[in-house]
């Protein structure tokens, strides 16, 4: 029978538009962060992170913003080009134990219109 | 220095068959985790492995095992396949595994027929 997958969400920006990918992460227990990309045929590569201690955090042309009240972590690339094309996932873990696993969320896939 | 490297890239096999696959983490890396890909349920955590021990475990069934060498390389094993085996199977690294971000390979396509 068919399956019922998941929904990637799914978001399409102009080039040169800032972009915002949200996410909603689970466990309260977790106090580190972190956005990876992922383009076609490759594998997830590392973005940006952030831990509980902090509400912010700036990169090149990208911004993690961390809001722990509503569980909420959201992703702002500036001046979004071409290249930024791919799925977006936001992966949270907890630091208090040495070695968890880190729990992906289901990720955003992001279209740069030229 | 060399990133991830997984092998093979693609893989076919059919049910009943059982499979090998390969990562080669970066050097100096000692920890090893590996993560199933689908549509359906996105990417889920399968173990990791520091210094030849498995040291967390996700929920999957014991036909997925894995294994480290003394060289940090690592090897998965899916035995008895399953059409719903058909996935990427991410392998990725840090040097300790505890608190640092991964470093992640290219990933092996297991399509089972």
């Known amino acids: 029978g068919e399956s019922v997958g998941l929904h990637l969400p799914t978001l399409s920006v102009q080039e040169g538009d800032n972009s915002i990918i949200n996410c909603a992460y689970s466990n309260s227990a977790s106090d580190y962060f972190i956005w990876y990309k992922q383009e076609s045929g490759k594998g997830p590569q590392f973005i940006i992170d952030i831990r509980s201690n902090m509400d912010k955090r700036q990169g090149q042309r990208v911004t993690v913003l961390l809001n722990k009240t509503v569980k909420h972590l959201s992703l702002q690339i500036a001046a979004t080009q071409p290249g930024d094309s791919a799925v977006y996932f936001c992966a949270e873990r907890s630091l208090k134990t040495s070695y968890d696993k880190v729990i992906f969320g289901p990720g955003t896939s992001l279209s740069v219109i030229p | 220095k060399a990133g991830v490297t997984q092998t093979p890239r693609y893989l076919i096999k059919t049910r009943g068959q059982q499979v090998t696959l390969s990562c080669s983490p970066i050097s100096g890396h000692r920890s090893v985790s590996w993560y199933q890909q689908t549509p359906g349920q996105g990417l889920q955590f399968l173990f990791e492995y520091f210094s030849e021990t498995q040291r967390n475990k996700g929920n999957f069934p014991g036909r997925f095992s894995g294994r480290q060498f003394s060289n940090s390389r690592s090897e998965m094993n899916v035995s008895t396949l399953e059409l719903g085996d058909s996935a990427l199977y991410l392998c990725?690294?840090?040097?300790?595994?505890?608190?640092?971000?991964?470093?992640f390979g290219s990933g092996t396509q297991l399509s089972v027929l």
């Open positions: 990725a690294s840090s040097q300790t595994g505890m608190n640092e971000k991964l470093f």
